[in-house]
């Protein structure tokens, strides 16, 4: 089961009224766990009897990724394949997207094309890698379609349930095509990657379901935000520091996870 460190908008507040600058990185909350859901909006109670809202600021491969890590971690290897297959799908269109939208296309105009596509993975596997040698001049790292390919279909399509260590090769596999494929976009089209993150981010989801909210009710809705600190991750990449605790191959990261889940 894959949990979120969450923290609380009015013990943030708390801190906030006693002169703690907001700027400060280092203040020290409680942090509730939720479970994933698909808006990015949990109800947080905390230890201190607070009930807020927090919105997670990430985006769906990211979180499908981790999802996939943590199936493993908890021996549903099939599971696992599925999600991390969805999230190297994600990330397909997530790179078109920040392609288009570096083009000068508007994020309406991408909406519009991309409902020719979005039930069609080949075509969008085929978008991605031709946009992919557009940009780069050279073939994108795929999965290897006798190989990889093959596994993934006998997996999703015909129910074979893999190995542990089947689970894991492909993990490192599809993580290795999408961190390397991420940081050559961020290095090439830094601005195109934030604006493609914050439109199709849970952030942007979880605020206009806000501003729906906040129109029927009139109230105003308060909530905190928290980037999970996920393997792979567009904002904060772990490639930033040589020293982050999330940097290593997946048999390291899922220690990192199960150590991440022992008492606080």
């Not at 700027?23 to 949990?42: A, C, K, L, R, W």
């Not at 288009?100 to 993975?121: A, H, M, P, R, T």
């Not at 129109?215 to 520091?241: D, F, H, P, S």
């Amino acid at each position: 089961m894959m949990l979120l460190d969450l923290v609380c908008y009015e013990c943030l507040m708390e801190e906030y009224k006693r002169g703690i600058s907001k700027e400060h990185t280092e203040i020290s909350i409680m942090t509730p766990f939720e479970e994933v859901n698909n808006d990015g909006i949990y109800e947080v109670n905390c230890e201190k009897g607070h009930k807020s809202k927090t919105i997670i600021d990430n985006i769906d491969f990211e979180i499908l990724f981790e999802y996939g890590l943590n199936a493993i971690v908890d021996g549903y290897y099939r599971e696992s394949v599925s999600s991390i297959t969805a999230s190297l799908e994600r990330y397909y269109e997530f790179f078109i997207k920040t392609i288009l939208k570096s083009s000068g296309i508007s994020f309406e105009i991408i909406d519009k094309v991309w409902k020719n596509v979005s039930n069609q993975s080949e075509r969008q596997l085929g978008a991605y890698i031709f946009l992919y040698c557009q940009t780069f001049g050279c073939e994108p790292k795929l999965l290897n379609p006798q190989k990889d390919t093959s596994f993934r279909n006998s997996v999703i399509h015909k129910g074979y349930i893999p190995k542990k260590e089947e689970a894991i090769d492909f993990a490192d596999k599809t993580i290795s095509i999408i961190e390397t494929s991420l940081i050559e976009l961020k290095n090439k089209y830094p601005e195109s990657v934030a604006e493609t993150f914050k439109n199709y981010g849970y952030y942007n989801i979880a605020e206009e379901k806000f501003k729906e909210i906040e129109k029927k009710t009139g109230q105003e809705q308060n909530y905190a935000c928290v980037n999970i600190l996920t393997t792979i991750n567009v904002m904060n990449g772990r490639e930033i520091n040589p020293d982050d605790g999330r940097n290593g191959n997946i048999e390291v990261r899922m220690k990192k996870i199960i150590e991440d889940r022992g008492p606080r």
